[in-house]
């Protein structure tokens, strides 16, 4: 994977773009190393923590752009519930109140 950096930012990480002679190009990442780095794209590394795929799900919290490379530096978090879970919770909690009151 490459990344577009400008200003020290990264600014896409792309699947797909338009090369500087105007052409587009599906898959622009798999292109050649040469052509990548010509165009001004630097190789991309991620930086992922071991998590619990069950439990957790990984967010980025940034990138570390070097002379070289980027880092996408990632955080392991809580997983949030999805919608049919929170109304899967709510459907118990009223059905124990019913129960009781």
């Keep these: ?5 400008k200003n020290g930012q990264v600014v896409f ?11 587009s190009v599906s898959n622009y990442h798999l292109l050649p190393e040469s052509v990548l780095l010509s165009e001004g794209w630097l190789p991309l ?19 570390t752009v070097e002379a070289d ?9 809580k997983k949030s519930t999805t919608i049919d879970q929170r109304v899967y919770l709510l459907q118990d909690a009223l059905d124990f109140v019913l129960m009781y009151y």
């Design 45 to 63: 590394e991620l930086n992922q923590p071991e998590y619990n795929p069950e439990t957790q799900e990984l967010r980025l919290t940034g990138y």
């Design 1 to 5: 994977m490459y990344a577009k950096v």
């Design 13 to 23: 990480v792309p699947t797909s773009g338009i090369l500087q002679d105007g052409r």
């Design 69 to 77: 490379k980027v880092t996408a530096n990632y955080e392991a978090v």
